[in-house]
């Protein structure tokens, strides 16, 4: 995906993740997605805002393993 419009925050700043768990969920061309864990751990910082474009290369959020 390019660019993709209001992304919807399903985690935020120092919840506990598993592998699969849905982080946000974006939407492009009337389909929505959601962008799911490929590790464990905690999410350190989140770096995009709800509703706020983002591009395939953005950071979205990071973790404490």
Sequence with gaps: WERVNRPEMV???GDKVDVNT???VVEAMKIETTIVSKTAGVVEKVYVSEGEKVNSEDLLVTFKL
Excluded: A, S
């Design 11 to 13: 985690v935020k700043e």
């Design 22 to 24: 849905p982080l946000l």
